[in-house]
């Protein structure tokens, strides 16, 4: 399981057991600091991992959790958020960039989360019209 920058460690700064919860009951934890064999780690299997854990390595299967910073309006039109990105990003330089470039760099995280699945690719979006919009490209 991916995610993009949008979930606070909640654990690693010692605010909750879990830096993950989605509305259906799901809640996970952010990948294990400093674990160079994340995504081998049987211990991590119920981890999320970040870009940086996951950017150049590949997955039989992947989940992706897409986030509040990518969403889908009515209208059609795709809304990137760069306000959605949690305040413990100090990595990715997004909260503080100008728009296009938030919207570029957001787009690339989840562009290299979705390819890392070789046989397959799960997605969750946190959006549900985003979700809609995601099946129904996934059916042509």
């Known amino acids: 399981m991916v995610a993009g920058y949008c979930y606070d460690w909640d654990v690693k700064n010692h605010r909750g057991d879990y830096d993950i919860y989605l509305k259906n009951g799901f809640k996970a934890k952010w990948n294990l600091e400093n674990d160079k064999i994340w995504a081998i780690n049987p211990s ?27 969403r889908y309006d009515d209208s059609g039109k795709i809304i990137i ?54 099946n129904e490209l996934l059916k042509t």
């Open 44 to 70: 991590s299997f119920e981890e999320v991992g970040c870009i940086h854990t996951a950017q150049g390595l590949e997955f039989d299967y992947v989940g992706v959790f897409i986030g509040k910073d990518l």
């Open 81 to 134: 958020d760069k306000n959605m990105i949690s305040k413990d990003d100090k990595t990715s330089g997004i909260r503080s960039c100008g728009e296009a470039l938030a919207s570029q760099l957001i787009k690339n995280t989840y562009k290299t989360l979705l390819t890392r699945g070789q046989k397959g690719c799960y997605i969750y979006c946190e959006d549900e019209h985003m979700s809609k919009y995601v």
